[in-house]
């Protein structure tokens, strides 16, 4: 079935270390976005990528990197520098312009 | 001012009701309009896709878009316990770029 996978469904981080999501889809979507959810606060757009070996900051890239070496691979990595991680973490990814977004599953992410 | 503004106020309907939602937004760039049904500790998963101003139906939900007003609604026709969910709107301009509202929670009383 094609879709998109998020690992792992829940994270949890201590202070001061680099956690790194896992997102891959085999919908042969150009396009991959990240998202952070907070309560109240809606979906904020962390980086987005419209082709391999390309991406771009979204609203609230400090404090995250990612990489997109492959079509089907967008990991997103939160470093110590991201003050406030605890979150729910969403990959998505669409196919050309202006279409509909394809959402996984989610990352639970907990600073403990 | 927000691209997208959606209030997200709670909403408690009894099952039956008909539930009314809606987003405003502010760039008239937007082409797109979607809404996504997002449960809880689930990722979104869309539910209506529409480009065009008018209406759109899909079995007990109805899109309906305004580009003059700046204004999307979506209605749910005879509301289920299983519709309980929060309903986010969200747009797509050029740059292929989504905006989302904030979602609103809704609530279906049996």
């Known amino acids: 079935d094609g879709g998109i996978t998020q690992s792992p469904k829940y994270l949890f981080r201590k202070e001061g270390q680099n956690v790194t999501l896992s997102c891959e889809q085999n919908l042969n979507h150009d396009a991959m976005y990240w998202y952070r959810q907070d309560p109240g606060q809606g979906l904020r757009l962390i980086y987005y990528s419209q082709i391999v070996n390309d991406f771009q900051k979204g609203d609230i890239a400090e404090g995250y990197s990612v990489s997109r070496e492959k079509k089907e691979s967008f990991p997103l990595t939160v470093t110590s520098a991201q003050k406030n991680p605890t979150a729910f973490y969403l990959c998505a990814s669409t196919y050309g312009g202006n279409t509909e977004a394809f959402f996984g599953q989610g990352t639970r992410l907990t600073v403990v | 001012q927000k691209e997208v503004e959606q209030d997200p106020g709670p909403l408690s309907v009894p099952e039956g009701a008909i539930v009314s939602l809606n987003c405003t937004y502010s760039?008239?760039?937007?082409?797109?309009f979607m809404w996504y049904r997002q449960y809880s500790r689930k990722g979104p998963e869309l539910l209506m896709y529409?480009?065009?101003?008018g209406n759109k139906e899909d079995g007990r939900f109805t899109a309906q878009v305004d580009k003059s007003s700046k204004y999307i609604s979506l209605f749910i026709r005879d509301s289920q316990p299983s519709d309980s969910a929060t309903y986010l709107c969200?747009?797509?301009?050029?740059?292929?770029?989504?905006?989302f509202g904030k979602g609103n929670q809704v609530v279906v009383i049996p």
């Open positions: 760039n008239s760039a937007f082409q797109y």
């Open positions: 529409t480009y065009s101003s």
């Open positions: 969200a747009m797509v301009h050029g740059n292929n770029r989504l905006a």
